[in-house]
């Protein structure tokens, strides 16, 4: 998703209604969601039964130096619920998160986590493949299995 800005819900959604036939989860920062909060109503307008959202949340946009997001003043499990998911969920510890998991991976969706996790800065390199080779693995991908 190298320089998205936003997209991961529609690309998410894109692809849960194209595949029906397999569970496809989406994992996002807080900064993402953020960015285009109006896809989260489309995914409960168009309901894909099979769609997971996962939104780990620290509280900022750690990919672009670790500016603060309003996440902490945004109930986002509140709005996923709102804007029409089957299941949306809020969770503050692994624990939790794996427990909520088990349960959402057997249940019709749309589903939404609201994961609270810690913010750690962590040195890690750039994305090294280019963007149409990503593209084109991803493509790959969907049209194999």
Do not use: W, Y
Request: net charge positive; charged share 25%.
């Amino acid at each position: 998703m190298l320089g998205s800005m936003g997209l991961a819900s529609a690309i998410g959604l894109g692809v849960a209604l194209a595949r029906p036939d397999k569970k496809i989860i989406v994992l996002a920062g807080d900064g993402n969601i953020l960015m285009s909060l109006g896809t989260l109503a489309t995914i409960g307008k168009m309901s894909p039964k099979n769609l997971i959202h996962i939104v780990l949340d620290n509280e900022c946009h750690e990919s672009t130096g670790g500016q603060k997001t309003a996440s902490s003043i945004t109930k986002l499990d509140i709005i996923a619920s709102s804007s029409g998911f089957s299941n949306s969920q809020h969770v503050e510890s692994a624990e939790e998160l794996k427990k909520v998991m088990k349960k959402l991976l057997n249940t019709k969706g749309p589903s939404f986590i609201h994961a609270k996790i810690e913010r750690e800065r962590i040195d890690v390199p750039r994305v090294s493949i280019e963007p149409p080779e990503i593209k084109n693995r991803f493509m790959k991908e969907l049209t194999e299995n």
